[in-house]
T-cell receptor, first 110, second 113 residues
Framework: RKEVEQDPGPFNVPEGATVAFNCTYSNSASQSFFWYRQDCRKEPKLLMSVYSSGNEDGRFTAQLNRASQYISLLIRDSKLSDSATYLCVVFSSNTGKLIFGQGTTLQVKP | DAMVIQNPRYQVTQFGKPVTLSCSQTLNHNVMYWYQQKSSQAPKLLFHYYDKDFNNEADTPDNFQSRRPNTSFCFLDIRSPGLGDAAMYLC????????????FGSGTRLTVV
């Protein structure tokens, strides 16, 4: 079983749509959670951290459910520029490393 | 601007011919990482250096080696590249071991022919 699992998609949505991505992780000792964005053939870039109480950054909302070991990312009012792969990332202090999911690809169409 | 620079952006090598990928940083970070990312897969950590201390992941093939001659530079050596080693190789840095503050280079895309 992969340590971090995501539905690879692709998710094809029209501009203005709301889309949600999910992620599950297997290490219950995981402590920190992130969403990274990766454009085609580019490096991953931090999109946002995910906090237990949930957090929002503009059109992006991240949620964490520790009991279910589940993380989500909601994108409202999708823009063409949101087209990318979104990587769910988990950090555990017992391993001391970031573990990446394979990513969910989003394609926003006009 | 402080950053992580990888050279070259694209590298083509022959099957079995040793190849070296380069990473440099101006951030003065203690930790440097090498990740391998194959198409449509998650970045996979190969190894990292904390200062001069080398930490190899258990499942990293012996074919992959690394050198960090000083704080600024880190190299990935692939001794005998196979077709399965074709991937994007990402270098990242962080000030310390921890969840945040990672800076990634733009990657080197390796093709093996």
């Amino acid at each position: 079983r992969k340590e971090v699992e995501q539905d690879p998609g692709p998710f094809n949505v029209p501009e203005g749509a709301t889309v949600a991505f999910n992620c599950t992780y297997s290490n219950s000792a995981s402590q920190s959670f992130f969403w990274y964005r990766q454009d085609c053939r580019k490096e991953p870039k931090l999109l946002m951290s995910v906090y237990s109480s949930g957090n929002e950054d503009g059109r992006f909302t991240a949620q964490l459910n520790r009991a279910s070991q589940y993380i989500s990312l909601l994108i409202r009012d999708s823009k063409l520029s949101d087209s990318a792969t979104y990587l769910c990332v988990v950090f555990s202090s017992n391993t001391g490393k970031l573990i990446f999911g394979q990513g969910t690809t989003l394609q926003v169409k006009p | 601007d402080a950053m992580v620079i990888q050279n070259p952006r694209y590298q083509v090598t022959q099957f079995g011919k040793p190849v070296t990928l380069s990473c440099s940083q101006t951030l003065n970070h203690n930790v440097m990482y090498w990740y391998q990312q194959k198409s449509s897969q998650a970045p996979k950590l190969l190894f990292h250096y904390y200062d001069k201390d080398f930490n190899n992941e258990a499942d990293t093939p012996d074919n992959f080696q690394s050198r960090r001659p000083n704080t600024s530079f880190c190299f990935l050596d692939i001794r005998s590249p196979g077709l399965g080693d074709a991937a994007m190789y990402l270098c990242a840095t962080s000030r310390d071991i921890g969840p945040g503050g990672y800076t990634f280079g733009s990657g080197t895309r390796l093709t093996v022919v």
